[in-house]
């Protein structure tokens, strides 16, 4: 694992298989002076660059802004699954969405599918793209009950090619019980994103990197602002930062952050079947191969992910990488070593579908991008086009499904918005209670801990050195309390997942700002 943070390049401090399989991305300059354009998107991850590529092929203007390299956020520490067998299950989305509902999710998932592979094959990206069959196997103890209820709903969602099988029987892994989604599919994310902002350019798109917006407005003279004296004024300004910074209550009572683990381990190739693997336990767990493809190399990265938890709500993440490589060498006989070990951060929403459209609230020019579910990818590529729609004045049949104003009043839904927004209420007890050490002398070296100073409360850093560095406690988003990710290096808020280097530098959103300094 790396030791220290890069935030230009990733935001935490461990490495994933992607960046150590992989060039880094093409780098840009920042923006230096004021421009205009057709679109801004704001964001250089995947939902951002497939935006700017898809409004590029329509002959707009597009200026992209991200805060970072391309690809520092969530996009570079995906596990890169591509597919259309959505994780909170179609006898869930049934019972929410209704058949039409399930049907339309589960073809606008199919279709984002091909719609990377189109633009694979239209741009010649040599991203290691594949299809393949996917497979939703029990956990020990897993009621298979579970597969027959989506079996039949996966069937009246349209996916009339999903099948039932005693046993999977591929190489290297034992199902059990299971069912086959075919045509499924898998790419290197780094790469593909890589012919994606080659592409941009082509087209004429400008992008500027290392350039923080602070803010964005929408209306007849929409923009997004980087400083007094730098602004970029557009028809229209596409917000696709995994979450939303410019809605600072709404978008973030629908949903809400989790922290999800996975680990890159090397097999012998052709010791297990290519293919997609998830299974049906809370938290899940999700499997795939990464091949390389250096012909010197004898083995494959077996990509596992899992161990999901609130973000900010786990004092021990190490610990959760450790469950999830005993899970893997259990399941997984021919592991030789873990090579990478990471997390990154997804957006749940309460009602199981992501949100791509219009802002509610400030729904003239101004689109969003968020509530990934746990299916980046597609989601984001699907997002895209609904935005491309949208901007161009189309109809598009997901627009009412993604729509980021809806509000889902199924049981189902309403007790999730309560349960978590009851959790972001107890977070804010923090305020009230102690450090998590009484004195500075208390924090090892290389380790972060939460002090409390008369009525405040402060963020201190101890780095290898043993020098102490100091920042407010407090988020600047709605005031929660951060806590410190031993494993990331980073401060971590638990309330809406906002996220600080060591030294209070903000890498995720939805907080647009550092943590503040301390006052003396």
Known sequence: MASTPNPARTSGATTTSWFGTAGPLTAFKPLKKSTSTDVVVVGGGIAGLTTAYLLGREGLKVVVLEDGDLASGESGRTTAHLSNALDDRYSTLEQLFGETGARLAAESHGMAITRIEEIVQRENIDCDFTRLDGYLFLPKDGDPKELDDELAAAHRAGLSGVERLKD????????????????????????????????????????????????????????????????????????????????????????????????????????????????????????????????????????????????????????????????????????????????????????????????PLDAENMYIITGDSGHGMTHSTLGAQIVTDLIQNRPNPWTSLYDPGRVTVRPESVKEFVRENLNVVAEYTDLLTGGDVSKEAEIEPGTGAVLRRGISKVAVYRDAAGQTHECSAICPHLGCVVHWNGLEKSWDCPCHGSRFTPFGELLNGPANSNLAPVKE
């Open 168 to 359: 999977a029987r591929v190489k290297g892994f034992h199902t059990g019980e299971c069912l086959k989604f075919p045509s499924q599919g898998q790419f290197h994310i780094l790469k593909y994103l890589e012919g994606l902002t080659q592409a941009i350019v082509r087209q004429g798109g400008q992008i500027y990197t290392h350039t923080h917006v602070t803010d964005v407005q929408g209306g007849p003279k929409a923009r997004a602002v980087v400083s007094d004296e730098v602004d970029v004024q557009a028809r229209a300004v596409v917000v696709a930062t995994n979450t939303p910074f410019n809605d600072r209550v709404v978008m973030h009572t629908k949903q809400s952050p989790y922290r999800t683990y996975a680990l890159a381990a090397r097999v012998p190739k052709g010791s297990v079947t290519k293919a997609l693997y998830w299974d049906t336990a809370d938290p899940y767990h999700y499997i795939r191969l990464q091949e390389i493809t250096d012909s010197a190399a004898d083995y494959d990265l077996l990509l596992v992910g899992g161990e999901d938890h609130k973000t900010g709500q786990e004092d021990n993440p190490e610990e959760r990488l450790r469950c999830l490589e005993e899970w893997t060498r259990e399941h997984f006989p021919a592991v030789q070593s873990i090579e990478y070990r990471w997390s990154g951060q997804v957006m749940e929403p309460v009602d199981s579908l992501g949100y791509a459209g219009r802002n």
